[in-house]
């Protein structure tokens, strides 16, 4: 129930419709579903938040962050977009850590963010924030957690640059792609993108210059350990709830009050964040924490023995 109702709440289910659909759902038999109990739930849901939202951060540490946001159609004449943070603690866990809402993706909205985590006792940016390059998150980043080390998404990138191609090169392009960021080494990663360019450079100047562009932060995370490779090289552990969110929004013109959207959003995430699956090579976390340096994935000592 925890779940069902937020996620009917965000398909566009209206109170006053939540005991025909439940009872669709569980029988008619199932008891405490009058719109009156969805609104007690709705209510108790959003006191959760808000105490949540304030919660006292001191001493938590967060290995990776994914960062990502979702633009929600509500009653507000300007679009406005949920945006969240996902941390990586040290014993390999992942946590919602941010769920706000701001003007698009700006980097004001992001530096607020930021800046009333750290107020709340979160000294320590991550070593490494993976995200899409669309965002004014990195600008925000730069101010307020500055030794953080940018992780451009593959997922996004991939989708961004092939957008800039005829659809009967597409294929092609994507296993060109694959084969930088799937290479063993961040040499080969790049002979593997200095082919890309290569091959596609005259007749799609503005694909190349699309991935040329953020080649740098691309390959970030040959610069961390190697059994964290799959975790940073795409924003996946937002993008599979967000899916839900994303659907309710591209079908509805209003998706209610701002505290009520937020409070649905923030318990669908609650629930997701039981099944979010463990970071391999959790041992590796603590050695990233304490600054020890890798290189193409595996610790500079190690490698050099």
């Known amino acids: 129930m925890e779940e069902l109702i937020p996620w009917l709440y965000l398909k566009g289910v209206s109170t006053n419709d939540f005991p025909e659909a439940l009872q669709a759902l569980l029988g008619t038999d199932a008891p405490g579903l009058s719109p009156q109990t969805v609104c007690r739930l709705k209510s108790k849901w959003q006191?959760?938040?808000?105490?949540?939202?304030?919660?006292?951060?001191?001493?938590?540490?967060?290995?990776?962050?994914?960062?990502?946001g979702v633009y929600l159609n509500t009653p507000i004449k300007e679009r406005t977009c949920v945006l969240l943070i996902?941390?990586?603690?040290?014993?390999?866990?992942?946590?919602?850590?941010?769920?706000?809402?701001?003007?698009?993706?700006?980097e004001q909205s992001w530096i607020e963010i930021l800046l009333?985590?750290?107020?709340?006792?979160?000294?320590?940016?991550?070593?490494?924030?993976?995200?899409?390059?669309?965002?004014?998150?990195?600008?925000?980043?730069?101010?307020?957690?500055?030794?953080?080390?940018?992780?451009?998404?593959?997922?996004?990138?991939?989708?961004?640059?092939?957008?800039?191609?005829?659809?009967?090169?597409q294929k092609k392009a994507k296993s060109d792609l694959h084969e930088i960021w799937m290479a063993e080494t961040k040499e080969e990663a790049e002979e593997a993108f200095n082919l890309f360019i290569n091959k596609y450079q005259a007749k799609y100047p503005k694909a190349v210059e699309c991935l040329v562009k953020d080649r740098e932060t691309?390959?970030?995370?040959?610069?961390?350990?190697a059994e964290h490779w799959k975790h940073l090289r795409t924003t996946n552990p937002v993008e599979s709830t967000l899916s839900t969110v994303r659907l309710r929004t591209d079908k509805t013109r209003n998706c209610g009050s701002r505290?009520?959207?937020?409070?649905?959003?923030?318990?669908?995430?609650?629930?997701?964040?039981?099944?979010?699956?463990?970071?391999?090579?959790?041992?590796?976390?603590?050695?990233?924490?304490?600054?020890?340096?890798?290189?193409?994935?595996?610790?500079?000592?190690?490698?050099?023995?």
Request: glycine share 10%; charged share 30%; with cysteine.
């Open 47 to 68: 006191e959760e938040y808000n105490t949540w939202r304030r919660r006292d951060l001191s001493g938590k540490h967060y290995i990776y962050w994914w960062v990502d």
């Open 218 to 225: 691309l390959l970030t995370f040959y610069d961390f350990p």
């Open 86 to 106: 996902i941390g990586a603690t040290a014993e390999g866990e992942k946590e919602l850590l941010a769920l706000e809402d701001g003007y698009r993706e700006s």
């Open 259 to 305: 505290i009520t959207v937020l409070s649905m959003v923030f318990r669908l995430f609650l629930s997701a964040e039981r099944r979010w699956r463990r970071l391999d090579g959790v041992p590796r976390l603590t050695e990233v924490m304490e600054g020890v340096k890798f290189v193409d994935g595996i610790r500079e000592e190690e490698d050099a023995a």
């Open 116 to 169: 009333d985590l750290k107020a709340r006792g979160l000294e320590k940016g991550p070593s490494c924030a993976v995200g899409d390059g669309a965002m004014g998150f990195w600008k925000a980043l730069i101010q307020v957690y500055g030794k953080t080390h940018p992780q451009r998404c593959w997922m996004h990138k991939t989708g961004n640059v092939l957008d800039k191609m005829p659809k009967g090169v």
